[in-house]
């Protein structure tokens, strides 16, 4: 543990190449929690099928790159639209049925359930194994190749925050991202001043489902996919919007990058058998400071 | 009322049942087996399957087992463990007590077989299996449980063995690396690769566990970078071979030796999805088509594979191999022990002394086969060679890698 340490170090380029490829993937577990954020703030559920949801786009990514030959880069917006309508899909036959529930465990277990159902059907569909879609975009070499980037990832990092931006703008200024904001704040308000809130419900979960699709093409790309790692992106992303907040932007993506690079880092300092537990440390820590301030301030409803 | 009704008439199709069964079965061994057809093992699951079906089918067109002078055709009743172990364990409940079945061929991956031998053992049923390698499936004193395959903790001490022959400095100089999953299969063979380090004085600069569920590998490999280990040993399952390739590109790193599991099932070979990323990798097997070992059923092991390419239009994993032969040494039981008493079988299986196109099988005390060595194959140009044993290796080792 301390030899690695002593590497970090003296040799400060392995530091940087573990700060900077977190940073760049944690681009894209953000925007899996910035949807999964979404939907528990306008929704008020908690979506385990999250990670699915991610895994699905990856291999719609992979199919339309094998099968139909188009480039994997390209096959992100089919793969956002296609999400798109999945998700509509999700939320017209199960979602809409859990509004309005007291009891969260309820929410829990149908979004389990589909998350199930998911993984079971793609390795139907797609079988069992793991693939990966390598673009082959080279990659780039920074400060004497001792720091080595792959193209992908700086692309993914920039598709991300573009998208990010994209929605940051549509929820703050458009007519669509009001009606968003105002189911989110009193649902019941929204409707009496003419929102079609059902619709609104819909289209957040389906805006959450082209995110994971994004993500998941990025993550094809990226790393690899097999039905069954789904859950790594749920958990991932509900760390994500624990630290960070509810609807804060910045905040996630902030948070996304720093659990990403922090973990690299811990990685490389004291194993990959305590990455995780590592994080989940923070995490509990964390949330502990959190409540102790939260009640110093003591504040009350109006 | 109704249910009643519905009672008579199960009792009555369950004592019609119990009346024409033994009829019909008369000339029927049959075997019980739960295998992983969905969930995450079913890739290998389906080689497993596919292994048992050529075995009995091969074996019935023969003329079917010879038993105390009665020939027998043999069938596998067949559930889907849906690769949980909870679930393989109610089904050999059910096969055992519901379909009545005395003999049990295994399931796949030492986890599921773990989960299943405590109930073969409970109700004395001998079980052959093929697919479950830990070691710690042979320390609890099963008598009912023997299995074909080589165990876990040999599966990449070759590769120990190799990079000290090849290295070309003295071992207390030749460093090596691991990255291995935490799971029981991973970890042995963490133990035995271990034993082998320790055993030639080499040292060890990296000892990763990487998590069950692996999705990223930046923070090992990164490491690897800086040390620059000669040996890199990794075990993940196929997410661990696919990633590694992968990432060891992204990343720029090299290493003069990598050896892995499960480059097949993680179809490294396959040009289309990784280049010439995966080339030179030292891929562990149990067995290859290649191999010189033969036996009275299916001949050579390239006799064996053309069998199955006939039948299934692929080359034969070794999970399938190891599969055939398992129903190959319940089979040789049968007529050895010439009775279907379960524990003369068992007692036959103790003594089994085969020589198959899987390679020798011969069983120790604690069940587990001591006869056949692990392979050592590299890939090059999408095509494995073996390299190790020597005895048994058909091509010399591309050294260094990178």
Request: charged share 15%.
């Amino acid at each position: 543990m301390i030899t690695y340490l002593k590497i970090l170090i003296e040799s400060p380029e392995f530091l940087a190449q573990l700060l900077i490829s977190g940073m760049l993937i944690g681009a894209i577990f953000a925007l899996i929690a910035y949807g999964l954020a979404l939907i528990l703030g306008v929704m008020n559920i908690i979506n385990f099928a999250q990670g699915e949801l991610v895994i699905f786009g990856g291999y719609l990514t992979y199919t339309l790159f094998y099968q139909f030959g188009i480039d994997p880069i390209l096959t992100i917006p089919i793969v956002a639209i296609a999400l798109y309508a999945f998700g509509w899909t999700i939320y017209k036959t199960v979602i809409y049925r859990l509004l309005g529930q007291r009891d969260i465990f309820i929410t829990i277990l149908a979004t389990f359930g589909i998350a199930i159902l998911m993984q079971q059907l793609m390795q139907a569909i797609f079988g069992p194994d793991v693939v990966t879609a390598n673009p082959e975009l080279g990659m780039q070499f920074l400060f004497d190749r001792k720091i080595i980037i792959p193209n992908i990832q700086i692309i993914s990092f920039l598709i991300s925050l573009c998208v990010g931006a994209v929605l940051f703008i549509v929820m703050r200024y458009s007519r669509f991202g009001q009606a968003i904001r105002a189911t989110a704040q009193n649902s019941r308000a929204a409707r009496i001043l003419g929102i079609d809130i059902d619709k609104v419900y819909a289209s957040t979960f389906a805006i959450n489902a082209a995110l994971c699709g994004i993500g998941g093409s990025l993550v094809v790309m990226i790393w690899t996919i097999h039905p069954f790692v789904g859950l790594v992106y749920t958990f991932r992303s509900f760390m994500i919007v624990i630290l960070a907040g509810l609807g804060n932007f910045v905040g996630i993506i902030f948070a996304g990058m720093g659990i990403s690079s922090l973990e690299n880092v811990i990685g490389f300092i004291i194993g990959a058998e305590f990455q995780a537990a590592f994080i989940f440390c923070l995490l509990v820590i964390i949330l502990i400071v959190r409540s102790a301030i939260a009640r110093k301030k003591r504040e009350y409803l109006e | 009322m109704i249910n009643k009704i519905l009672g008579t008439v199960v009792k009555a199709l369950v004592l019609f049942g119990l009346m024409i069964s033994p009829v019909a079965m008369a000339d029927t061994i049959s075997l019980g087996a739960a295998v992983s057809l969905s969930g995450k093992y079913s890739t290998a699951g389906n080689h497993t399957k596919k292994g048992y079906d050529l075995a009995v089918k091969y074996i019935n067109s023969m003329g079917g087992v010879s038993v105390g002078g009665k020939m027998y055709d043999l069938e596998i009743i067949y559930y889907d463990d849906e690769s949980t172990p909870a679930r393989v364990a109610s089904l050999a409940e059910r096969l055992i007590l519901r379909d009545g079945v005395s003999f049990m061929l295994g399931p796949y991956s030492s986890g599921l077989t773990k989960a299943i031998a405590p109930v073969t053992e409970k109700h004395g049923v001998p079980m052959v299996e093929a697919n479950g390698a830990s070691r710690s499936l042979f320390n609890q004193g099963y008598r009912y449980m023997f299995a074909v395959l080589s165990t876990s903790e040999q599966y990449l001490q070759e590769a120990v063995n190799l990079i000290a022959a090849y290295a070309g400095k003295p071992a207390s100089e030749i460093t090596v690396a691991l990255a291995m999953e935490n799971d029981p299969f991973s970890q042995d063979i963490r133990a035995g690769v271990i034993d082998d380090v320790k055993r030639h004085g080499m040292k060890i600069v990296i000892d990763d566990k990487l998590p069950r569920d692996l999705s990223d590998m930046t923070s090992t490999l990164v490491k690897v970078k800086a040390l620059k280990p000669d040996l890199l040993v990794l075990s993940g399952h196929s997410k661990g071979a696919a990633l590694v390739v992968r990432q060891m590109n992204d990343l720029g790193v090299s290493v003069k030796m990598l050896a892995i599991t499960h480059c097949e099932s993680a179809k490294l070979h396959d040009k289309e999805k990784f280049g010439n990323l995966a080339d030179y990798v030292l891929c562990a097997a149990q067995w290859a088509p290649s191999v010189t070992s033969e036996g009275a059923m299916f001949g050579s092991a390239s006799n064996y594979s053309q069998i199955f390419v006939d039948e299934y239009g692929y080359v034969p994993p070794y999970q399938a191999a190891e599969s055939t032969a398992a129903v190959l040494v319940m089979a040789d039981a049968f007529t050895r022990a010439g009775s279907l008493d379960k524990d003369a079988v068992r007692d036959a299986l103790a003594t089994t002394d085969m020589s198959t196109f899987y390679g020798d099988i011969r069983f120790s005390e604690a069940g587990n086969n001591i006869a056949k060595p692990m392979l050592l194959r590299q890939l090059i140009d999408g095509e494995y060679y073996v390299v190790a044993p020597s005895n048994v290796a058909t091509t010399n080792l591309v050294y260094p890698r990178l």
